[in-house]
Every structure is written in C-alpha cells, then in structure tokens.
C-alpha cells in the first residue's frame, strides 16, 4: 500500500490527537500540557468522540475547538488506538496532517496495570467489612482479566499502529516510550512541544517536582510470580511484531519477565 500523504484539515478540530496506549501515562501527559499556556483541551482529557459519542457528529466535534484564540488545541482518548479502519479513515479525513502521538508501555506491566484497576473496581464493594485484595484472589483471576480481548487489544501495538499506519504516514506520529516519561519527563515534554508546535522552552522554567508529582508512585503490587511465564507466552509474539515494524527491539520488555 502507497504511504499516504498529509490532508489540510478543512474543518475546526484538534490540532493534535494522542490515540493511546491506556495505562501508559496519557494523564500524566495531559496535566502537563493544560499547565501551558499554549495548549487548549475544550473537551477535557478524554473526548471520545471517535468511539463513543460519534452519532453526535462532525459538527459538535469541530464546534469543542472553535474560536480558542490561536491555541493548540488537543484530544487525548487511549481507546482511540483500538479503532477500526473505517473509524481511523475518518479520522485521516478530518484531521488531515494533525501529529498523532502513541505512549507504549510495557505490554506485560500495562495488562497487569488494567488488571489491578478493575480490581480496584471490585473493591468498592466491601465483604463483611472487607475489602478484596490482590492476595485474596487466584492466579486464574489474573489470567483472566490479562486475557481480556479489550485489555489484549490496547496491549496490542504492533496491530494499533498497523492499521494507523494505513491511513497516517509514519512521520505524523511521535511514538513515546512510557519508560522515557518516567526517567526523562522534561525531555520527553520538549519531543512532544516539538512535535505539537508549542514552545518547548517553557518546561525549562518548572521545578522536577513538576515533573514527576503524581504519577510515578508505581504499582502496589508487582507482577505475581506465578504468571511470569503466562505474560511472556501471551505477548511475546506481538512484542517481536512490534520490534520488527518499527525496527527497534522491544523483546527486553518480556525477558525482563524470564528466567
């Protein structure tokens, strides 16, 4: 398939769309960008548009991003990486030429994140006074909700950003390590300024406190020992896939996991 070449977005909309992935530092993300003063969210974080709310039409998503006095305006929704094709041709039309931005995590530590989330829903409910603890449940649970096809297919990037690339030329995209925000959050910010179009000397006036406020706690409970090999076994396929696409190795995320 010929690469396809930048659109001029015709109508009012994001200047900007970060597609994912969840559990990958898209909040984080946005707290940084609404703190400068070039960068506008009309619609908050998460828009949902193209996967939620798009009976609403084009006409409501351009009007979120008019009249905004010159600012970048952006849409930050991770479910927007597992959209089908028809979907992101739509999107390819309507946005045209605007940068996309993709965070990858760690496959293997983002399930298990997603896991633990969904725990924490359950834990709302309190038993005889309880509340539900990782402890309290089996590895089966686990497998279960790391095998979850929502939670395989956000972890899937390797067949995210295949069909992105179908209809948004490589370049259009700026793809972050998760790693990188952790280690490196006011360079990764200056990437991100760079590729948005913002002033990326403004993160040089903001303390590391900043920076790293939070969100980098890490999860309370790592990743059981036990599941180890039923991680590595689900993703690593994909995650060579993935190596292999974007000529970078990624296979460190699941040795990481080996013996």
Known sequence: MATPQPTVKATPGPDFLCIGAQKAGTT?????????????????????????????????????YRDLAGNVAGDITPAYAVLPRRMIQ???????????????????????????????????????????????LTDEFFRWQM???????????????????????????L???????????????????????????????????FFTERVFAGEKYPLRESLREFAVNTYREEIDQLSALLGKDYSGWYRAYMD
């Open 175 to 209: 793809l972050l390590d998760y790693e990188r925000l952790v280690s490196e959050p006011r360079d990764a910010l200056i990437s991100v300024s760079r590729h948005i179009g913002i002033d990326s000397l403004f993160w040089d006036n903001m303390d590391s406190g």
């Open 90 to 136: 739509q999107v390819r039309e309507f946005s045209g030429g605007a940068p996309l931005i993709f965070i990858m995590r760690n496959p293997i530590e983002r399930a298990w994140s997603l896991a633990l989330m969904n725990l924490r829903q359950l834990q709302e409910t309190r038993f005889e006074g309880e509340t539900l603890k990782p402890q309290h």
């Open 28 to 64: 984080w993300l946005y707290e940084k960008l609404n703190a400068h003063p070039q960068v506008a969210f009309p619609g908050r974080k998460e828009v949902h548009f193209w996967d939620l709310f798009h009976e609403k039409g084009k006409g409501w998503y351009s009007n979120l």
């Open 147 to 173: 095998n979850l096809e929502g939670n395989r297919a956000r972890s899937n990037y390797f067949a995210c950003l295949t069909k992105w690339f179908e209809f948004f030329p490589r370049e259009q995209f």
